[in-house]
């Protein structure tokens, strides 16, 4: 017979008291920093967090809509929960949230294929978690609470944030944009900036907890509009950008996404005028014919997306731009496609993210009838992807022999000697390193280059 040592009794019984978590996330940097504040509140209420899934008590899947395969992945991932949540029943805890639970549909089959799910709830209450969780175990009934408006921004949660020297920060919710392909916007409500105050305060706070770097984050940040107390517009992105550029401490300040239809000649000098935005602007072009960009209802044209870059390019010569590209958008004709293999050719991008065209139920383009063939899209899509990999390996390749400011974000998972980090430019970069260069930024020689990656030693430490 195995004996149990009072040691084993012991853990087993704080495994039980103390309600271990595990996220996991889907999807883009909100849902992201949505799963860092998850995890905050739930730490700063005595839970523990666990590293892998399979030490977790509570689980939390934190889901995207954006395109079909990130559903099947979900949906995939939740059916091997079952045999566990069969057998250990009240023990183990299974919750939903993000994107995918805004939809109705969604909710509706997790109640009918997966009913052994404990929680489900929307991206506008993530703050009411702590309170389910609560109510799961004293009434002891599932629960369920999706919200489908925004209502008031809820400022103050905390957020246990993935890395000590940088941090995502919030400053407005939602897109009012309705492109044509798009879930976002029935998933994420509608635009509603935070107060410039509120986002000063929170940066300023993370400044003191050594936080060098900021990714302002948003659907649209080129649209955001602070209101002060009585109401009224006060600050628009550029001037949020110079608010966050006085603040000590802050080294780097990033964004992410814009949209090209309200990049002002006001955004694009802050790159003159600030000296901690970092040289890189993430621009969707989505495509490179005008009227496949009428049809997604982008509301810019091929000539108005090149002279934006031209602006750019203008203001801050060593800026690395990036964008997202959908291919097989319905209708797209092969000539259309040509269009957008040229736009790359003519931007040359530091790097695109690609993706397949996703039919969305509940968006205009669902409804399309001239939908393209799952062969032909693939064909288009390799293609692509090879002219934007050539251009990106090419620009990547004008970086050996640069001596770049790198910040260190820790060793690589692989090989504990090899520590990696990003460029002004958000280039992602590896080289010999040790601990304590962790969080600091540091001059590296580049000495060689791949098509995603630049390879380097460093040279000295600012500090
Ligand atoms: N608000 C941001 C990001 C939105 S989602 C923006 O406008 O840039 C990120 C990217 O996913 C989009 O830029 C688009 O390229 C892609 N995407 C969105 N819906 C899609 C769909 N139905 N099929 C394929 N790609 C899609
Ligand atoms: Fe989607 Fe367009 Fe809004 Fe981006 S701007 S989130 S692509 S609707
Ligand atoms: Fe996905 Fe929602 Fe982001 S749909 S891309 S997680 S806003």
Sequence with gaps: MKCTSNDDIIERADQILKKKFHITTFGCQMNEHDSETIAGMLLERGYEQAKERKDANIV????????????????????????????????????????????????????????????????????????????????????????????????????????????????????NNFCTYCIVPYTRGRERSRKPEDIIREIKDLAADGVKEVTLLGQNVNSYRGAGDNGQDVCDFADLIHLINEIDGIDRIRFMTSHPKDLSDKLINTFSECEKLCHYFHLPVQAGSDSVLKRMNRRYTREDYLELVKKLRAVDPKMSISTDIIVGFPGETEEDFEETLSLCEEVRYDSAFTFLYSVR????????????????????????????????????????????????????????????????????????????????IIDVMITSSNTFSLEGEAVSCDE
């Design 60 to 175: 939390i899947f934190n889901t995207c809509s954006v395109r079909e395969n990130a559903d099947k992945r979900f949906f995939g991932t939740l059916g091997q929960l079952k045999k566990k949540k069969m057998e250990e029943g009240e023990n183990f805890t299974v919750c939903v949230c993000g994107c995918m639970m805004q939809q109705q549909h969604i909710v509706d089959t997790i109640k009918s294929k997966y009913p052994w799910v404990d929680i489900i709830f929307g991206t506008h209450n993530i703050h009411q978690l702590p309170e389910l969780l609560d109510n799961l175990y004293n009434e002891k009934h599932k629960q369920l609470s999706v919200w489908h408006d925004g209502g008031e921004i809820v400022e103050g949660l905390p957020s246990k944030r993935l890395f000590k020297h940088k941090a995502f920060v919030n400053i407005m919710y939602g897109c």
């Design 361 to 440: 139920t509940g968006t205009p383009a669902a409804e399309y009838e001239d939908q393209i063939p799952e062969n032909t899209k693939h064909e288009r899509f390799n293609k692509l992807v090879e002219t934007v990999n050539r251009i990106s390996a090419e620009k990547n390749a004008e970086y050996v022999g640069r001596i770049e400011k790198v910040l260190v974000d820790g060793p690589s998972k692989t090989d504990s000697a090899i520590y990696s980090g990003r460029t002004e430019t958000f280039k992602l970069v590896n080289f010999p390193g040790t601990p304590e260069m962790t969080g600091r």
